[in-house]
T-cell receptor
Framework: KAGVTQTPRYLIKTRGQQVTLSCSPISGHRSVSWYQQTPGQGLQFLFEYFSETQRNKGNFPGRFSGRQFSNSRSEMNVSTLELGDSALYLC??????????????FGEGSWLTVV | AQKVTQAQTEISVVEKEDVTLDCVYETRDTTYYLFWYKQPPSGELVFLIRRNSFDEQNEISGRYSWNFQKSTSSFNFTITASQVVDSAVYFCATSGLTGGGNKLTFGTGTQLKVEL
């Protein structure tokens, strides 16, 4: 069974540009979440999507957005990149059973460097 | 709000030693969930264990064991007979209903270095 797949794995962008990261969840998983990991702030929740709807959102500016498609695949977008956006972006999926506490599985992440 | 504290920033042990990683959590939820993840240098967060707040039974899986104590809000993780391959950053996390069912709040992680 394939795990959570993220693309691209590594990318370098210039300040002011935008970036789109892609995530394919584990087959059958309908919930997809995104996290940002930086040395200074640690692992922080960005947002969660379920059945193409944003169900939960963390404390990030509007430059960070996401969406989910009917096949549960998800993308996140960061516009007007800043140096501080350099981070590891992790996608996670879960077999949402309608209750809390589902086991959440993570992908290998996308390493974004903003120069 | 939920909070997870991993006071140990870095631990170094010699192979075959036992090591315990501490985790203390705070939550207002009466029902909550606790997790441990392992992050090797590749970056992927590898799921290790999930426990429910109403199940305080400790668990052993091979060389891994977990000690959940509600009275002290702790969920500690022990590796027995550590190996070099155990070297990684280990994260404790929690989720609950008020934070959104699938939203994880992570601790700052403990870097474990196992040397020969």
């Amino acid at each position: 069974k394939a795990g959570v797949t993220q693309t691209p794995r590594y990318l370098i962008k210039t300040r002011g540009q935008q970036v789109t990261l892609s995530c394919s969840p584990i087959s059958g998983h309908r919930s997809v979440s995104w996290y940002q990991q930086t040395p200074g702030q640690g692992l922080q929740f960005l947002f969660e999507y379920f059945s193409e709807t944003q169900r939960n959102k963390g404390n990030f500016p509007g430059r960070f957005s996401g969406r989910q498609f009917s096949n549960s695949r998800s993308e996140m977008n960061v516009s007007t990149l800043e140096l501080g956006d350099s981070a590891l972006y992790l996608c996670a999926s879960s077999l949402d059973t309608g209750t809390a506490g589902n086991t959440i599985y993570f992908g290998e992440g996308s390493w974004l460097t903003v120069v | 709000a939920q909070k997870v504290t991993q006071a140990q920033t870095e631990i170094s042990v010699v192979e075959k030693e036992d090591v315990t990683l501490d985790c203390v959590y705070e939550t207002r939820d009466t029902t909550y969930y606790l997790f441990w993840y392992k992050q090797p240098p590749s970056g992927e967060l590898v799921f290790l264990i999930r426990r429910n707040s109403f199940d305080e039974q400790n668990e052993i899986s091979g060389r891994y064991s977990w000690n959940f104590q509600k009275s002290t809000s702790s969920f500690n993780f022990t590796i027995t007979a550590s190996q070099v391959v155990d070297s990684a950053v280990y994260f404790c996390a929690t989720s609950g209903l008020t934070g959104g069912g699938n939203k994880l709040t992570f601790g700052t992680g403990t870097q474990l270095k196992v040397e020969l």
